[in-house]
């Protein structure tokens, strides 16, 4: 009787577990619906000049933002420019709008197109609405507008950027789900024998996707949130998920094969390679952590969403899987080669012997190919995103291409001098060194009171060089006496954050170098296997960015893609794939790492230990790639620019890492280093004794 009370204890804990999940998965479900609101902003951190002058700016004008709408017909004639008249009445009576400004009311030929065949009426919104107060001007003015001139009338402007973007991935979202998910399924099925290993594995990822929705619902009410993260963060977790399932039940299937019962196989593999896991989890969530030493929000919530979305696959590895493998793995197969054998003739363990044999050979040609691939870093530009990133059915980016083409007056992203306070006299000789500045195309002074402010108009686009160069130009002239000059605006904002981020780079790149380097000493009890691993990490990042650049800024391969070049990359976007692909790196590092040293604790040579521990993960590893670039390129097919340079981008880094990191560099370099892998002072021998992973 009393053997029956700790059964009946642990299926209380396994309902307990089963619950809780339910519970992360309809919830997560539930919060979907709410993150897809979250705002675009990839603003630079409110302490730049930028933001700053940003907030001086609608503090002194009122206004924050402003819809507008490209409306057909020729202002001049009188029916038309009484429709247009009437219309900017109504809006002017909208809650929340400060100013409305069309043809008729100003009559400023600058509002008409060159080809009279249509004009722009511009709300303004008042400063200081709340997310919800914008979403209800923004249906308003739509409903207005649209109920006048029908719904052919294209709306432009920030506010309506947020929105179209929200939809946009949401909507990029669902198709990434529609075509990755079933290829996962099929080849989880493929790869683990069993249509039902694959249906555990399509669980998991769902629990990680909801628990990735739920966290990030959790971290809007805290932080400000990105609507970018909702497919990156969770596009980073489905893959964790799957090379967690991947090892998990891979493991279990050897040890079944071990001859072992269903239950002991489910307890020893969740035990020893859910160490792994563990281990996996806690060094991607270290090289995350370093997006948190950054002082913009949105990369900060992108780090916090990242690693909640790395703890949620943890978790869900080590308490939902050995519950779903328990309940329903009854007819999962045993894998064709027991755990305790090794499969000396396997593919795996012939092309290490390979490798081994001409370990230099492989070591130069491996570097060489390394080098070759990150050329292209060389003409490395950051810029930030425009118009030219949305999709191009996007109404914002067709409206912005009208009025570049039909509007020249109109400058859709100017630069606003602030001159504080106004320098009387003085502002003829400031002004006129602003205008003789290359790049400057028009500029405009008003007087806001105690306040000068000069618009800017350059003759590139918000996001060139040529616009940035301007800010810099401008920053450097000699303010008059007794007034501070600040810059802000769309080109102001990307020189900030570019260089808000490479002041912050050190301290990030330390928290990740120093962490992982800790974990894995931690992890193996050696000095050099850590160094070496971060080292090539280092230069297969190098290799994944280079092919970045050469597609994305280069612009190779843009049709077949579906992008439109834009001259550089943006700095958060190359931020996060280097720190998501430094992740991805340290997790398949510690899976090969985790079954060489089993061997190696077995009394195995380093030489034999690294082949057996290549030929033990070799399939699990060059499995997990294929499925998580998949689902990388799976995301890549949608609108969203910078999801689609992420995914592409990680695709890549994967690819070059699981083949010619893991199965070329990794066991060359330890073959050539030999016993001297294994050194450590004596305290580090006996925390690797107390951490001692097993795993293969």
Request: proline residues 4%.
């Amino acid at each position: 009787m009393s053997s029956l009370v700790p059964r009946r204890a642990c299926r209380r804990r396994s309902l307990a577990r089963l619950a809780i999940w339910t519970v992360v998965l309809f919830a997560g479900a539930a919060a979907g619906s709410q993150v897809f609101g979250l705002p675009a902003s990839l603003d630079p951190a409110p302490s730049t000049e930028a933001a700053r002058a940003y907030r001086q700016l609608t503090e002194l004008t009122g206004t924050d933002g402003q819809i507008v709408a490209l409306v057909d017909g020729d202002p001049t004639d009188p029916a038309h420019a009484g429709r247009i008249t009437a219309t900017s009445e109504q809006l002017r009576q909208v809650d929340g709008v400060v100013a409305v400004v069309d043809q008729p009311s100003t009559n400023s030929n600058a509002l008409v197109a060159a080809d009279r065949t249509s004009s722009l009426i511009a709300v303004r919104l008042v400063s200081g609405l709340d997310d919800d107060q914008i979403e209800s001007v923004v249906a308003e003015t739509q409903t207005i507008i649209r109920t006048e001139f029908g719904d052919d009338v294209r709306l432009a402007g920030g506010t309506i950027i947020d929105e179209e973007l929200g939809a946009t991935a949401e909507a990029d979202f669902l198709r990434a789900d529609a075509i990755a998910l079933p290829i996962v399924l099929a080849l989880l099925a493929v790869a683990l024998r069993s249509r039902r290993a694959a249906l555990i594995g399509l669980v998991m990822v769902l629990v990680t996707i909801t628990g990735s929705l739920l966290a990030l619902y959790a971290l809007s009410l805290i932080t400000d949130v990105s609507v970018f993260a909702i497919n990156v963060v969770t596009m980073f977790g489905i893959g964790l998920t799957v090379d967690y399932c991947l090892l998990v039940i891979g493991r279990y299937r050897r040890e079944l094969a071990d001859g072992h019962s269903q239950p002991v196989a489910v307890e020893r593999a969740t035990s020893r390679a859910g160490r792994v896991v563990t281990f996996s989890g806690l060094t991607v969530a270290v090289a995350l952590a370093g997006l948190i030493a950054f002082r913009e929000p949105v990369i900060r919530s992108l780090g916090y969403g990242g690693i909640a979305a790395t703890l949620v696959a943890v978790a869900a590895a080590r308490t939902l899987l050995p519950i779903l493998l328990g309940r329903f793995a009854g007819h999962i197969p045993p894998a064709a080669t027991p755990h305790s054998t090794h499969d000396a003739a396997g593919g795996f363990a012939r092309f290490t012997r390979i490798v081994q044999n001409h370990a230099l050979t492989a070591v130069a040609i491996g570097l060489g190919l390394i080098a070759v691939l990150a050329l292209p870093l060389r003409s490395l530009t950051l810029t930030g995103l425009d118009e030219r990133s949305l999709p191009p059915d996007s109404t914002t980016r067709q409206v912005s291409h009208i009025i570049d083409a039909q509007f020249p007056a109109i400058q859709t992203h100017p630069i606003h001098v602030l001159i504080d306070p106004a320098p009387g006299d003085a502002l003829d000789e400031f002004s006129e060194q602003v205008a003789q500045l290359s790049g400057v195309r028009t500029m405009a002074v008003a007087d806001l009171g105690a306040v000068t402010l000069i618009e800017v108009s350059s003759t590139g686009t918000a996001s060139d060089q040529q616009a940035r160069q301007l800010v810099h130009d401008i920053r450097a002239l000699t303010p008059p006496a007794g007034s501070t000059v600040a810059v802000t605006g769309e080109a102001a904002e990307d020189v900030d954050l570019t260089n808000s981020i490479r002041e912050r780079l050190p301290a990030a790149t330390a928290i990740i170098v120093i962490g992982t380097l800790l974990l894995l000493i931690a992890f193996t009890g050696s000095l050099l296997i850590p160094v070496k691993a971060v080292l090539l990490t280092g230069a297969s990042l190098a290799a994944s960015l280079g092919a970045l650049t050469f597609v994305f800024q280069q612009g190779h391969f843009a049709d077949l893609i579906g992008f439109t070049p834009i001259g550089g990359l943006d700095p958060i976007t190359l931020l996060l794939a280097a720190t998501f692909a430094f992740g991805l790196a340290t997790d398949y590092e510690v899976f090969v790492l985790g079954a060489i040293l089993e061997e190696h604790h077995q009394g195995t040579a380093t030489r034999q230990a690294v082949e057996r521990g290549m030929q033990a993960t070799g399939r699990t590893i060059t499995t997990a790639a294929a499925l998580i670039i998949t689902v990388f390129i799976g995301f890549a097919t949608g609108d969203l620019a910078i999801v689609k340079q992420l995914g592409i981008g990680l695709a890549i880094a994967v690819t070059i890492d699981a083949t010619l990191i893991r199965l070329v560099l990794v066991p060359a370099t330890m073959t050539i280093a030999g016993q001297r892998n294994w050194w450590a002072p004596t305290p580090l021998r006996r925390l690797t004794n107390t951490l001692r992973i097993e795993h293969r």
